[in-house]
Structures are given as C-alpha cells and as structure tokens.
C-alpha cells in the first residue's frame, strides 16, 4: 500500500530527489569553477599560448624513459603488459582467458614473429614485435614507448622466460643446480643466427609466384587469398586459428616484400603455417612474396610496417 499524502507536502521520495539535485547543482557550479580555475592556472602556465585554447604544460621529461635496464623493464612490464601476460610471463594476466589466440606464455619459447632458423626471435625482433604489435590479435602496438622502454623489455621478456624455465625446472626437481638450470634455460631460448634472405632478382615473376602459391599455400590461404574457406585449423595451444587474409594489409610480421618472404622461408611457429621446403629456390620464394604482395588490396607493393 503507497502512502500518498494528499495535503500538498512533498513526499520523502520527493525530498530525496530534490536534495539529490540540489546535491547535483552544487557539484557542476563546483567542478565549473575548479575547471575555470584550472584553465587560468593552464594558461598562465603555457607561455604565449594564443587565442584563448588551453594549452596544456608538457608534463616533464621522465628521466628514466632512456635507461636501458631489466629493473626499467620489469616497471614498464608492470604498468603496460601484466594484464595479459601475467606477473610472470606465463601468459596468465586477468584479460588473458578473453582473448584467442591467447597472450603468449613467455616461458614456452614459441615466438611467431621473428627472422631466425632455430625459431626464436632476437631482441630485435622482439623488439619490432613490441612497437608494431601483433595486429588482428589483440596484441596491441606500444608507438608511445621511447627506444629505452622497448629495449628494457626485451631484457624484461627474456628475463621472465628464462626464469619461468628455471622455476619449471626446478619445480620437478628440486636438487637440480639452479646455476645449471639457468644455463640451460640460456640455451633453450638462444636465438641463434638470423637467416640471410637471398638476393632480390631486379624483376619479380609474379606468373611463378601464382604457380607456387596456388600449389602450396592456397590450401590454407584459399585461390583467392581471403582465407575463409578453412575452419578446421589450431594453434599450438589448441585454440582456432584462421589463416592470413592475404588481400588485408594488417599482417602480424610487416607487410613488406622481405617481411613476407621471411614469414615464407621460416613459417610462424606455434601456428599451423609452415616453413617454406629449405631447398625453395630464390626465384619461387621472391616470386610468391611478390604475388602475395600482389593481392594486397592498396596494391602498394613498397609499403612496409
Ligand atoms: C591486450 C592484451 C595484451 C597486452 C596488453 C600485451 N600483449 Fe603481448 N601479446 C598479446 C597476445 C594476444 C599475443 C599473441 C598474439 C599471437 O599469437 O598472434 C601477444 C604476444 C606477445 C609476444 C610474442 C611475440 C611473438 O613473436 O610471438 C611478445 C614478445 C609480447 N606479446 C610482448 C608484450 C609486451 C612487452 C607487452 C607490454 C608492453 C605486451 N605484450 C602487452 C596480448 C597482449
Ligand atoms: C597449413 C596451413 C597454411 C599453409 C599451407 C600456409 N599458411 Fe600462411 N598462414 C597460415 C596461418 C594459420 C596463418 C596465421 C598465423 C597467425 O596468425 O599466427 C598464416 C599467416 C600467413 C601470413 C601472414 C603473416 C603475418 O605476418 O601476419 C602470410 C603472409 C602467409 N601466411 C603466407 C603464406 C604463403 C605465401 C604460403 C605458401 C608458401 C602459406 N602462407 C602457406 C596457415 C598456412
């Protein structure tokens, strides 16, 4: 039963919306004079900033963003990355169990992204691999990093894989020499040297490279390069995984004609694509680049990440 009362007074409920907006009130007259306030305060601050915009100061110059540290790192890894690969690598962050393919377990040394034999990347490519990021996953590009805050994560991933593979290791068997342990991880995740692509020819036969491709990468990749016709394909940790539409220009490695070649000659470990044969000829590998390049629906066949 509602208590109306009929005598004109306001009722509690009306009590508590009007004090609520006049609650309000006070709130947006305050927030509009901090804002003033803090518009004066920004334009005295911003020297000869014109025409009445504000101007915001430049907050000041962190002096760490050059050092170049597995300490600095770590800090950067804490802030930017733990979401989803975790406070130890394993690729366990709160986001991760959202996300497919999932965030990658540092400790399991499978890379994707890199330009070795052995599969691992160097720190260049990690490097590389953290600014431009790992678009259509959802591992995002870091472009606002210094140079410093890259190269310090690298140390940071290597760090976190190496001592995942220690702490495994040690986990079931716990008299094993940690020192040993440690050199044996060192080993394990070694890059190993970068593989020389073959020299480009001056002209691309692209006729070749449709021959080449419809042979061995349309059964993936479909004749037309769009990738829709597969479903059935995995990666590593068991989660679907399409293969490249080759007509985008959103490429997990660079979109370049080296880029390409190398995702050709050493495929991307962890998933289903694979390494080129390692007898492929120099005229059959530039050649598919360039017709993979070819289907690229901007056409931009100089384009690079
Ligand atoms: C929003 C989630 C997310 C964040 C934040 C994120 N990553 Fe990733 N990262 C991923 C995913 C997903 C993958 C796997 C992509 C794949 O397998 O295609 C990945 C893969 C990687 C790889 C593997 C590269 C390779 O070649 O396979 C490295 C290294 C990496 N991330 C480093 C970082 C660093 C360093 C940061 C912080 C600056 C970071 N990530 C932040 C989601 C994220
Ligand atoms: C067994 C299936 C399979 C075959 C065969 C295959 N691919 Fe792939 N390819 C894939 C999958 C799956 C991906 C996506 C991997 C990922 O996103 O991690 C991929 C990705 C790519 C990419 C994108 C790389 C990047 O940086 O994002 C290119 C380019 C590519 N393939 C070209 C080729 C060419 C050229 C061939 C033939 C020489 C080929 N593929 C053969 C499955 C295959």
């Not at 690969?85 to 890379?111: C, K, V, Y």
């Not at 590389?128 to 259509?136: E, F, Y």
């Not at 342990?181 to 890059?191: P, V």
Request: net charge neutral; proline share 9%; with cysteine.
């Amino acid at each position: 039963m509602s208590q109306q009362p009929e005598d004109g007074t306001p009722s509690p409920r009306k009590w508590v919306i009007q004090l609520a907006a006049a609650g309000l009130a006070v709130c947006v007259v305050s927030a509009g004079t901090f804002h003033y306030t803090a518009k004066a305060v920004f334009q005295r601050a911003s020297a000869g900033g014109g025409g009445g915009d504000v101007t915001l100061p430049r907050p000041p110059a962190d002096p760490m963003r050059d050092v170049v540290s597995l300490e600095h790192g770590l800090a950067v890894y804490a802030a930017n990355c733990v979401t989803c690969h975790g406070p130890q690598g394993f690729g366990d962050g709160p986001q991760a169990a959202q996300l497919i393919p999932r965030p990658r377990n540092f400790t399991g040394g499978n890379f994707k992204i890199g330009t070795t034999r052995s599969g691992l990347p160097t720190d260049d490519d990690i490097a590389g691999t953290i600014r431009h990021g790992m678009l259509p996953a959802l591992m995002p590009p870091w472009p606002q990093l210094s140079d410093g805050e890259v190269r310090s994560l690298v140390m940071a991933v290597r760090h976190l894989a190496v001592e995942g593979r220690v702490a495994d290791k040690l986990a079931r068997d716990p008299k094993f020499p940690r020192e040993k342990a440690l050199a044996m991880a060192h080993a394990a995740l070694d890059s190993g040297p970068v593989i020389a692509l073959p020299p480009k020819p001056a002209k691309f036969d692209v006729e070749r490279g449709k021959a080449f491709y419809t042979n061995t990468c349309a059964t993936c990749h479909d004749p037309d390069g769009r990738a829709k016709l597969r479903d059935d394909l995995v990666d590593n940790d068991e989660n679907p995984i399409a293969a490249r539409d080759l007509t985008g220009t959103v490429f997990k490695g660079g979109t370049s004609i080296e880029d390409i070649a190398m995702r050709i000659l050493r495929g991307i470990p962890g998933s289903p694509m694979p390494a080129a044969p390692a007898d492929v000829s120099a005229d059959d590998l530039w050649s598919t680049a360039a017709y993979v390049k070819s289907l690229q629906r901007s056409g931009d066949v100089s384009s690079s990440r």
